[in-house]
């Protein structure tokens, strides 16, 4: 392919050529045509193909190509092997340069030849700090968004794999699901009851005057001293990965929004930013933490349900 840009690029303009070559490959490379962006995009040798088809239009080349065999006693093409070992080992080279302008994003990084990629992950990105900035901060403080691991917090929701199943069950659909009604204020408290049926009898919480919704729930005095009993259970139980120090300035804090973003699935920055053994401690961090929510929600949620009803 480069010594085909270079015969094209060195030939005097409105002429009729014959390039001979052995490569079957490129001959086909270079009459194949792009008929979608995806094609075009990804295609190999882009840079090359373009100056190839570029050049013959500004020239005005018409250009006959002819498949050579290659080893087959052929003097001149056993003369451009020759030179091709030669040029192995020669200091002079001929670079082809992009003839179209290259895309850049804001910072002026190339894209790549593959921009569906690179729109997607902006896309992705834009989606996720438009629900930190409009969703997120309405349930979780914006000091515990920067103290939280996003990355560990991720893997939280994975610890029963990728969802996959039928069309109409998931896998672990019911853990997804109650942890996604904790992180977004969703329980059936009774303040949401009250919204759907203005008949229901009240919305105070049954242990104190508070109106029970999801974030007093998670805050009430009663459930302080269930989880504190089962968090002290937990922290002398440790796995070996985890630091207790910090996992304990969290577990016994006096404010109880601390364990309650533990029940949301937030996992604290403080237990992960200074391992030197990142990979298993993130794994022993969820595991933790998907533990708490277990226990949270068969020992203190399924108890305060039955004793609403």
């Not at 303009?13 to 979608?36: M, V």
């Not at 896998?171 to 059936?188: A, E, I, M, N």
């Amino acid at each position: 392919m480069q010594a085909i840009c270079l015969a094209i690029t060195t030939s005097p303009p409105y002429q009729s050529i014959r390039l001979h070559t052995d490569s079957s490959r490129a001959i086909h490379a270079i009459q194949k045509e792009a008929n979608t962006a995806k094609q075009l995009v990804r295609r190999a040798y882009d840079a090359e193909l373009r100056l190839i088809q570029k050049t013959a239009q500004q020239k005005s080349l018409q250009i006959e190509w002819i498949k050579v065999k290659a080893h087959s006693n052929n003097q001149p093409n056993n003369q451009a092997d020759q030179l091709t070992k030669e040029g192995k080992t020669s200091n002079n080279t001929f670079k082809i340069t992009a003839t179209d302008p290259i895309l850049t994003d804001f910072t002026g990084t190339s894209i790549g030849q593959d921009p569906y990629h690179w729109i997607k992950k902006k896309a992705q990105a834009t989606t996720i700090l438009k629900w930190q900035e409009e969703t997120l901060t309405r349930h979780v403080s914006p000091d515990f968004i920067w103290q939280t691991d996003w990355t560990t917090t991720a893997m939280t929701w994975e610890e029963e794999g990728h969802i996959t199943g039928g069309s109409n069950t998931f896998l672990g659909c019911y853990t997804r699901t109650f942890k996604s009604k904790v992180l977004h204020d969703r329980l059936p408290t009774a303040t949401r009851k009250r919204l759907y049926d203005p008949n229901y009898p009240t919305i105070k919480c049954l242990y104190c005057t508070a109106p029970e919704t999801t974030a007093h729930v998670l805050t009430c005095a009663r459930t302080k001293v269930n989880i504190t009993t089962i968090l002290i259970n937990m922290h002398s139980q440790l796995d070996h990965n985890l630091n207790p120090e910090p996992v304990g300035d969290t577990f016994f804090q006096p404010d109880a929004r601390h364990q309650a973003y533990l029940i949301r699935g937030l996992v604290p920055a403080t237990w992960t930013s200074k391992s030197e053994a990142l990979k298993e401690t993130r794994q022993a961090a969820v595991k933790l933490i998907n533990t708490i929510i277990n226990l949270f929600r068969k020992l203190i949620w399924n108890s305060w349900c039955q004793a609403c009803k």
